[in-house]
């Protein structure tokens, strides 16, 4: 969910005044992947990068995330969706941390569309957390080397249960992953809009899927 910043500034206004547009353009997008019948949808909120932002933007953020986790409960109730958040937990303020609880929770029997937040995850620091994982359990003798496949890493990593995503949407233009899914993108189609956040809407999405659905998708075999 990128360009909230430029968005403002193109406005004479605030970064957070382009956050809180941003915060306000996910219901449509919730709700429409919810009607599509769609599977997953995962938003990449703050990253484990997003920390060398100044104290003032930083905490305007974590507000925006505990606010919205109460203004949408409806929204998740509405459309049966099953709220999920992929980070560490290690430096997120507690009200967050109560307000992502209390949301995974509140939706854990919702069988609809799962909607998970990404929120001080880094796929660096997954992949990390995936490995120290894995070897404490070789250490214990519970797993062997040899055992350790594709499935055992998939399994360790936030995102286990998760189906890899089929389309990664990014918006504003940049053409770079930024520390995003590194593993789970493997096969993913790429769609770059030059659209910011705060201005995608339910149309710019449908633009997105109908250009995944003119992909011919070959996972390195041949068609
Ligand atoms: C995305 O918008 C929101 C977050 C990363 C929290 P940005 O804040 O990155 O907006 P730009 O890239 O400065 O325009
Ligand atoms: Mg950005």
Redesign the pocket.
Do not use: I, K
């Given at each position: 969910?990128?360009?909230?910043?430029?968005?403002a500034?193109a406005r004479g206004r605030d970064?957070s005044y382009?956050?809180k547009a941003?915060a306000e353009v996910v219901r449509p997008v919730v709700t429409e992947c919810s009607n599509l019948g769609l599977e997953a949808l995962t938003l990449?909120?703050?990253?484990t990068e997003?920390w060398t932002r100044s104290n003032e933007?930083v905490s305007t953020?974590m507000d925006l995330y505990v606010m919205y986790l109460e203004s949408e409960r409806q929204l998740f109730f509405d459309n049966n969706v099953r709220f999920n958040q992929i980070g560490r937990r290690d430096g997120l303020p507690p009200e967050v941390l109560d307000a992502l609880d209390r949301m995974k929770e509140d939706t854990a029997k919702h069988d609809g569309l799962t909607m998970t937040l990404a929120l001080n995850y880094g796929s660096r620091a997954e992949i990390t957390d995936a490995v120290r994982a894995i070897a404490r359990k070789t250490a214990e003798g519970a797993l062997a080397p040899g055992q350790i496949d594709e499935q055992t890493i998939a399994s360790h990593l936030y995102t286990a249960g998760l189906p890899d995503p089929d389309l990664l949407i990014r918006t504003?233009g940049?053409m770079r992953l930024s520390n995003y899914l590194l593993w789970q993108l493997s096969y993913a189609e790429f769609y770059v809009t030059d659209v910011?956040?705060p201005e995608f809407t339910v149309e710019e999405l449908h633009k997105a899927l109908s250009a995944f659905k003119g992909r011919t998708r070959r996972f390195g075999g041949v068609v």
């Open positions: 969910m990128d360009g909230n910043g430029r968005w500034q970064r382009g956050h941003g990449y909120a703050f990253s997003n933007e953020l504003a940049e910011c956040w």
